[in-house]
């Protein structure tokens, strides 16, 4: 048992490679919140401004598409540890991508260095993320109790590093973009060093293993793969690029059909496999409800930093307290009452012990809140008019209920992926998690278009409306769901 190699207390109740893991990912998620809190100036700046002088809507169009191509690269950092080098390495590869993108972006260049950075970022994001998630959940035996917890503790240094580093890199912005760019590049850089140091002494053979290495024949079978696929899409570019069909709406169209075929692809593959047993089948069957239930939340959640965004600067009084309030103050927030809340649901969920809500009744809440978080902000609209600015409270509070419900699925959806996963896919699966946000992500690049303020009732009520009763759906075949 792997676990069994970890020492199992040492950091607040919890194994000792939870400082480990906690500091990983504090230190990835600082880089990666730092870099994307400048990088849609960067992107549309001037270039005697230091930008790249490139339109806003096509920044903005960017900007969604790298949020989900970090998701989606998960595909392959996942199939790459389960069946070539283990979650531990690709930890560590993943931190020496995503350390060169960021010093790609710290050097002064043009568009080229751009794009060579997003990919970096993209490979290295898709082989730390899921993979330092799935390593969290080998440091605690089956059935310990404290795994929940464990991860809203992870899930703390997740917003510790996404609320701090925006307000460093975003200061560092007034000198120069390279420069913040450049912290970004430092703090992976102490994330892989820490990583490093520490995982021998704390992780023990967590992440060591390869679930299920390639045979020597499938090695070959996925060598012609691999070339046969880069060709098709190397001639695919060659002759798209120059008739100028590789437009960015393409794109993100094709991210967003990718969103929702690589999951279902994933379920139907998993589930065929001979290497599932019939016990995981049954388990992948009880996943599915959960994924749906978390494409419904991370769609209410990610538009917290793109309607909500917007609603703090169009129709928010932001001078309501005496002085001006920033709409982009707002978008700390999320990370804020995490950092704050975290720790209560930690204590929370180590205190119910086993009288702990089921996985599927903490998803269920969860959309209860996210729904929620999107009635209060019609009520504004309601009482006060359709044109009349809304007090900054009102979204406060929204930001709250949405945090609420993301403490009950999120930390709880990583845990209950290492619990639900197939052994031979447990990183595969891990990575299917973060499919959900990618598919929210696709879902809101097509839907937010609808938000206008004559649709305003119309679009909260709907949204948060379909997210209460699918976590009451939820709560009713939870029973169930629980195996
Ligand atoms: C800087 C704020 C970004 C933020 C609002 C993400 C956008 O949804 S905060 C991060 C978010 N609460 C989170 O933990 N996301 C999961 C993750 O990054 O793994």
Same mark, same amino acid.
């Given at each position: 048992e792997i676990a069994a190699s970890v020492p199992q207390r040492g950091f607040f109740g919890h194994p000792k490679g939870l400082f480990t893991l906690f500091f990983t990912e504090f230190w990835e998620r600082f880089s990666y919140y730092g870099m994307r809190a400048i990088l849609v100036f960067y992107m549309y700046y001037e270039v005697k401004n230091g930008g790249l002088g490139l339109s806003e809507p096509l920044a903005l169009s960017i900007m969604s598409i790298y949020g989900s191509l970090v998701y989606m690269s998960g595909i392959i950092g996942g199939w790459l540890a389960d069946?070539?080098?283990?979650t531990s390495r690709a930890v560590f590869f993943g931190g020496v991508f995503i350390m060169l993108g960021h010093i790609a972006l710290a050097i002064p260049g043009q568009l080229t260095m751009f794009f060579i950075s997003m990919v970096l970022i993209v490979i290295g994001t898709g082989l730390l993320k899921p993979n330092v998630s799935t390593i969290v959940g080998d440091i605690y035996p089956e059935g310990d109790n404290r795994l929940d917890a464990g991860f809203s503790i992870f899930y703390m240094g997740i917003n510790l590093g996404a609320f701090i580093s925006p307000l460093i890199v975003g200061e560092l912005m007034k000198k120069s973009f390279h420069l913040g760019f450049g912290v970004a590049a430092v703090g992976m850089f102490i994330g892989l060093v820490l990583f490093l140091i520490t995982k021998k002494k704390n992780l023990?053979? !967590?992440?060591? @293993?390869?679930?299920n290495p390639l045979s020597s024949e499938e090695k070959k079978k996925w060598g012609i793969y691999i070339v046969v696929a880069a060709a098709v899409i190397g001639i695919a570019l060659a002759v798209m690029i120059p008739r100028g069909w590789v437009t960015i709406e393409g794109m993100v169209a094709l991210v967003g059909v990718l969103g929702i075929l690589i999951p279902t692809i994933y379920f139907i593959v998993m589930y065929r496999s001979p290497k599932t047993t019939s016990a995981e089948q049954s388990r992948l069957l009880a996943y599915i409800p959960l994924f749906i239930a978390a494409v419904m939340f991370w769609a209410i959640q990610e538009q917290g930093s793109t309607i909500l965004a917007r609603f703090a600067d169009k129709r928010t009084d932001l001078d309501a307290f005496g002085f001006h309030i920033s709409? !982009?103050?707002? @978008?700390s927030l999320n990370p804020l009452f995490i950092i704050t809340l975290a720790p209560v649901f930690a204590w929370l969920w180590v205190k119910l012990?086993?009288?702990?809500?089921?996985i599927p009744k903490k998803f269920s809440i969860g959309l209860l809140f996210a729904g929620l978080s999107f009635l209060v902000i019609l009520l504004p609209g309601q009482l006060g008019g359709a044109d009349a600015l809304v007090n900054p409270l009102w979204l406060v509070l929204s930001y709250f209920l949405v945090v609420v419900g993301e403490l009950c699925l999120s930390p709880v959806g990583l845990a209950a992926t290492t619990r639900l996963a197939p052994a031979a896919f447990s990183a595969q699966t891990m990575s299917l998690w973060f499919l959900s946000n990618a598919a929210a992500q696709a879902i809101n690049a097509q839907i937010v278009k609808l938000n206008t303020p004559e649709t305003e009732t119309l679009y909260f009520g709907t949204i948060g409306g379909l997210s209460i009763v699918l976590g009451i759906i939820l709560f009713l075949v939870a029973p169930k769901l629980v195996r």
């Open positions: 069946r070539v080098f283990g023990g053979l !967590a992440g060591t @293993q390869v679930p709409p !982009a103050w707002f @978008q012990g086993d009288r702990q809500p089921s």
